[in-house]
Each structure stands twice: as structure tokens, then as C-alpha cells.
């Protein structure tokens, strides 16, 4: 589910090129504190529902010099990483009558195109965009396109930037509401539950850094 990572699991290597196709960079979502996150909110009649999970990998490939061109991303989040806060309604929400996480155990969602980029604030060492981006949401095996508005940031590496993960990084936000009858996602045969105690649309806000350089790269660098 606002994206909503083990296919969003991407299998990462740890040789990844820095460079990306069309000159940009190759940002990987890799932090061991797990500080990224995507988190879902259901507010219904009778029922207000937040939901997180810290397991997001991918990666972006960004032309801070080029923001419109050649553009692509892909996160993963696995299912069965969705918490609610109450294990009951967790497990209820990954089986057959929600979202079948035995069937269907990523959540996956791919951008591939930029159509508007905006600078927002420059430094000498840092840039931040907002962006429209579009491409599809993969969830309970069907998949639909998507549109959102996001916000970028570019930092080249400093000691400060350090602080939070090593090489150049990106800061992304982004945040895209979900239509839960666009995925066939019903709640349980025979109980009316979607619009009552969850919401027939969840507001999906993703939270993430990404960097040129994966922790294991800069521990084999040391």
C-alpha cells in the first residue's frame, strides 16, 4: 500500500554502477537504521487506520541536471512487512479477504516518467525539485497506472550528509491516494466493511533517502 519494498524485492548488487542511463545517477534505497518508510491511512465512519512499514528497497535513476529526462524508479514493499499496531487486524489485513499476501506478496510500484520538474531551491551543493511523475502500482496482483506529485532533493556528499548515509543521496517524498476498488480489494465475501470501518481510498505517503552508495560499497571502501 502511500508505497508502499523484497521485489516495493529488488535484488540490489553490491557493484551497482554509480552512473545511470542518460547521464544521471543511480540512487539505491538501502538504510540499515531502516528509516525509510511508507505509510498507509484509512479514515472510515467507524474506524481510523494508520498503517507503516520500514522495509522499502529500489532504487531511482535522477539527472539532478536533467530532472525531466530519463527518470525511472522502482520500490518494493512486502506485504507481510504492513503494520497497523494490532497484530489481529495485521494479520486480517494480509489474508485471502484483504490483500492474499500468501498470493500476492509484494507491493510494487514503478515511475518512468517525469512530465513536470520544478526548482525549488538551489545551494551550491544541493537541489531540490517538486516533480509529476507517473508510471504503475502493482497491489493484490493487479496492476494500474499512477500518478503522483513528489518532492526531491539532491545532496552531494558532505560530512553532514554522512551523517545519515554515505555518497550522494536523494531525500524523496511523495505522497498518491489508492482507490481500493481499482485492485479488487473487497474485505472479507458478505461483510460490508470498506466505507464503514476502512476507507474506500487510503493516503499513501512515502519517506525515503536514496544514495549513490550502498552501505556494504562504503564499508568495503574503508
Known amino acids: 500500500m ?9 535484488v540490489i548488487l553490491i557493484n551497482v554502477p554509480v552512473l545511470a542511463a542518460g547521464g544521471g545517477q543511480r540512487f539505491i534505497a538501502e538504510d540499515p537504521a531502516n528509516r525509510n518508510t ?25 539527472n539532478p ?13 512486502p506485504v507481510n512487512s504492513l503494520s497497523t499496531g494490532i497484530p489481529l487486524r495485521d494479520e486480517h489485513m494480509r489474508s485471502a479477504g484483504w490483500l492474499n499476501a500468501e498470493a500476492n506478496p509484494d507491493i ?23 516533480l509529476t511523475v507517473s508510471g504503475e502500482l502493482t497491489l493484490h496482483g493487479i496492476t494500474r497506472p499512477i500518478k503522483m506529485e513528489a518532492r526531491i532533493s539532491y545532496l552531494e556528499e558532505s560530512e553532514r550528509t554522512r551523517t545519515r548515509l554515505p555518497g550522494n543521496l536523494l531525500a ?23 466505507g464503514v470501518k476502512v476507507s474506500e481510498i487510503l493516503e499513501i505517503e512515502v519517506n525515503l533517502f536514496a544514495s549513490t552508495i550502498t552501505p556494504a560499497q562504503a564499508k568495503n571502501n574503508q
Open 172 to 194: 524523496i517524498r511523495a505522497g498518491f491516494p489508492v482507490k481500493l476498488a481499482d485492485f479488487n480489494i473487497t474485505g472479507p465475501e458478505g461483510m460490508a466493511v470498506i
Open 108 to 130: 510494487k510500484l514503478i515511475l518512468n516518467k517525469v512530465s513536470k520538474a520544478e526548482l525549488v531551491k538551489q545551494t551550491d551543493s544541493s537541489k531540490t525539485f517538486d
Open 38 to 62: 511508507v505509510t498507509f491511512k484509512s479514515e472510515a465512519p467507524l474506524e481510523d487506520i494508520i498503517g507503516t512499514t520500514n522495509q522499502v528497497t529500489g532504487y531511482v535513476n535522477f
Open 65 to 77: 541536471d536533467k530532472p525531466l529526462e530519463n527518470g525511472f524508479a522502482e520500490f518494493t514493499v
Open 2 to 10: 502511500k508505497i508502499f519494498a523484497r521485489t516495493l524485492l529488488l
